[in-house]
């Protein structure tokens, strides 16, 4: 059957009706209405995705996603407390006891590289932006250690202002979703952007990882387990067998120690 006869219209999804081959019929207005009932099927998946790394400050938030690169969220947490203690400020980053803070980092991986991040980024934020973290993202991206991503962590969780975090999980997912075609970050931050409203990308991120920790793995999705199925173009790159696919769902605590 040609790609064009079996394009979806609004309400007639069933798993395994979409293909690959779809996405070139599918209108920009069906893709996104597509995309908005996927995204209210992972809010009612996940109500309550939120940011895992914990933080009271712009700064602590700043610190602990840097820390997080290569590293679990839990682990990340688990030396926030005493750093966040000990360094309550830019200045205490900028002046800060390299040794020290290796020993207390030490355990989040590539502690060395981390610990010259963070005390220029201290140093950075004293000598251009009062001590203070900026809250644009023009900024925060030219902080040391400070990527595109990072700094849109910072400001949809720290600041309350929109931002879509193109993460590992969020760049396999968007695309398994057929809400975008690019491997390139900025540009699936730009396109999936389109197909919502702004003040739903910070939550949107929060709910596209969690579900790709959780169930559309990287290498075994659990497709016969998944909430998204019916819409999915990519239903079926992982097993469909229900009790096949419910093994594969990872629970709280195994997300919790994976990356
Ligand atoms: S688990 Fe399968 S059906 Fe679900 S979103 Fe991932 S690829 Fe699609």
């Not at 197909?195 to 910070?202: A, H, I, Q, S």
């Not at 075994?220 to 419910?246: E, F, K, M």
Request: with cysteine.
């Amino acid at each position: 059957m040609p790609a064009s006869s079996r394009a979806p219209v609004a309400g007639s999804w069933v798993a395994g009706s979409w293909a690959a081959g779809d996405r070139a019929a599918e209108t920009p207005t069906a893709r996104v209405r597509r995309a908005r009932r996927m995204a209210k099927a992972l809010a009612e998946a996940y109500p309550d995705a939120h940011c895992e790394l914990d933080f009271t400050s712009p700064l602590e938030l700043l610190v602990a996603t840097i820390l997080s690169a290569q590293c679990t969220d839990k682990r990340v947490n688990e030396v926030t407390p005493v750093l966040f203690a000990r360094y309550r400020s830019a200045r205490d980053y900028a002046g800060a006891d390299r040794a020290e803070v290796e020993d207390i980092i030490r355990s989040t991986g590539f502690f060395r590289a981390k610990t010259n991040s963070l005390i220029k980024l201290g140093q950075a934020l004293e000598e251009r932006f009062d001590g203070e973290v900026p809250a644009r993202l023009a900024d925060l991206v030219t902080l040391p250690g400070v990527g595109r991503k990072t700094a849109n962590v910072v400001l949809g969780n720290a600041f309350g202002i929109p931002g879509i975090t193109v993460d590992t999980h969020f760049g396999r997912l968007s695309r398994r979703f057929g809400w975008t075609t690019e491997d390139d970050p900025v540009k699936v931050e730009h396109e999936v952007g389109a197909l919502f409203p702004k003040k739903d990308w910070t939550v949107l991120s929060h709910r596209l990882i969690w579900h790709g920790r959780r169930v559309c793995h990287s290498r075994r999705p659990a497709c016969g387990a998944c909430p998204l199925a019916r819409w999915c173009p990519s239903y079926g790159i992982g097993p469909t067998d229900p009790v096949q696919a419910a093994k594969l769902v990872k629970s709280p605590a195994e997300v919790a120690t994976s990356l």
